[in-house]
């Protein structure tokens, strides 16, 4: 062998080896490790290659180092009252079990404490949500912090913005955060409006040229609006005139599900964004001082996720609860593309003998997360999940409820791009009447959707299958 023929070999096994390596320690599946392993040594220099490009978790890499920048400030206990102290309210013993169980898991991995005295309201669509928000900012004395994925410019988020230039102009401490890959979805876009009207705002992650930075994974994908840390929203809504169903066109219109919350849990609403600031911006909010009471009998945890945190707080609560239902679960969610463990759980849940039901989209405004989704129900249907297809408009709530005594709002959907990629924020609701109206929203949705079965699934077209299963393969992707 020559010189340069013995230099070549040198650096394709170091390169193997190394990449190789890294696979195998750093993979958390043996499917997975095993794979990389196998391209990495079988395909010289162009399986180091595709490693390098595809096999590191560069997502979860950069949240870490921005974490250095995102200081917490965290709430005294002593200003909200732990839930742990209270009973949870519910007549049945067994429910009460159930609702233990759920809050050992979310106290291990949860950094935020169970809150009693809560007040929660479902506002059905923008003809609900928004008239209680704007009238939220009307009111607002001390502070107005909102934070938004997408915030249109169309007549609803002009109200929005003239709500919020009206309040700073009392002398209202106004902030907003819009996500910088989100707010392209208008135009002209929210942060422009925002800097005409002098309201103080920044952009979450915004693309760069100089330095050179674009992330289309790191969004931030909460919806929070917290005004004088007494009242608080928060759920899957954005803001604009799509989630006005009642408005035409037909084919645009967007159904979705918000909540009003008052009592302590709202403080935790207001900590996510006081963190989120703190990250964009290097500066420091202080909390609201004054004392929060108790505004009604709901028990209530803010989940503040993502690719940043130790643990997947809202997969791995959500398995665990799929776990502990003794009567009923039910999902409705826009993009399905659950996890293996959430697959297994959700099979092994109907095998003894729980009902569950997922309801999704009939036509998805994203049609190839729909395509990956139908080349998997199958792997549900079979063992007895039940899979319901909504009618339009399509329906964008994230709802998640467990014997109807336990429920998840917010913005996370059951998919890689939300519990992976994106900071989310969702809200556990541990009542068995605020969650009760959460499973029977879901119940009405089933009542007039239709049922999925597994010949459905089957009798595909060759062509539709084999669209599904391609475009599958890239579902961690999505």
Aim: glycine share 8%; charged share 20%; with cysteine.
């Amino acid at each position: 062998m020559t010189y340069i023929e013995w230099i070549i070999l040198g650096l394709n096994v170091s390169l193997s080896l190394t990449t190789a390596g890294h696979a195998l320690f750093f993979k958390r599946t043996p499917q997975s490790a095993l794979g990389w392993v196998a391209v990495c040594i079988m395909f010289p220099f162009i399986g180091p290659f595709f490693y390098f490009l595809f096999g590191i978790n560069r997502v979860r890499n950069r949240a870490l180092k921005m974490e250095v920048r995102r200081p917490h400030y965290p709430i005294q206990p002593s200003d909200i009252p732990v839930a742990r102290e209270l009973t949870f309210r519910s007549a049945d013993l067994a429910d009460t079990e159930t609702l233990t169980g759920i809050s050992r898991i979310s106290d291990r991995i949860g950094r935020l404490p169970l809150v009693g005295g809560n007040r929660i309201e479902a506002l059905i669509n923008g003809e609900a949500a928004y008239p209680g928000m704007l009238e939220a900012i009307e009111n607002a004395k001390e502070r107005v912090f909102l934070s938004t994925y997408i915030f249109d410019t169309d007549d609803t988020g002009r109200q929005f913005v003239a709500a919020l230039a009206a309040a700073a102009g009392r002398g209202v401490d106004v902030r907003v955060i819009v996500d910088g890959v989100g707010e392209y979805y208008a135009y002209p876009r929210a942060s422009v409006l925002l800097r005409k009207e002098g309201i103080r705002h920044v952009r979450f992650l915004p693309p760069k040229l100089i330095p050179p930075m674009f992330h289309i994974n790191l969004r931030n994908h909460r919806k929070v609006l917290v005004t004088d840390g007494d009242t608080g929203f928060t759920g899957g809504m954005n803001i604009g005139d799509r989630h006005m169903v009642g408005k035409p066109p037909f084919g645009e219109r967007v159904a979705d599900v918000h909540f009003r919350f008052a009592g302590p849990v709202v403080r935790q609403l207001e900590q996510s964004f006081i963190e989120d600031w703190s990250f964009c911006t290097g500066r420091a909010i202080a909390p609201t001082k004054r004392a929060s009471g108790p505004a009604g009998e709901s028990v209530c945890r803010t989940l503040i996720d993502g690719p940043n945190e130790p643990e997947q707080q809202v997969s791995k609560i959500l398995v665990g609860a799929v776990q502990t239902a003794r009567k009923k679960v039910q999902i409705m969610t826009p993009y399905f593309l659950p996890s293996t463990e959430m697959i297994s759980v959700l099979q092994s849940t109907a095998l003894r003998g729980i009902r569950v039901e997922i309801v999704l989209p009939e036509v998805n405004n994203l049609p190839f997360i729909q395509w990956a989704s139908n080349n998997m129900l199958s792997d549900l249907l079979q063992y007895g999940v039940q899979v319901y297809f909504q009618p339009p408009p399509f329906v964008h709530a994230k709802l998640f409820a467990i014997d109807g005594i336990y429920a998840q709002i917010g913005s996370a959907n059951i998919d890689p791009r939300s519990l992976l990629l994106n900071f989310e924020l969702n809200v556990e609701i541990y009542d068995g009447d605020a969650a009760g109206r959460v499973s029977e929203h879901i119940h009405e949705a089933v009542r007039i959707s239709r049922p999925i079965t597994l010949d459905m699934i089957r009798s595909r077209s060759k062509l539709a299958k084999t669209r599904d299963a391609v475009v599958w393969l890239f579902s961690p992707y999505l």
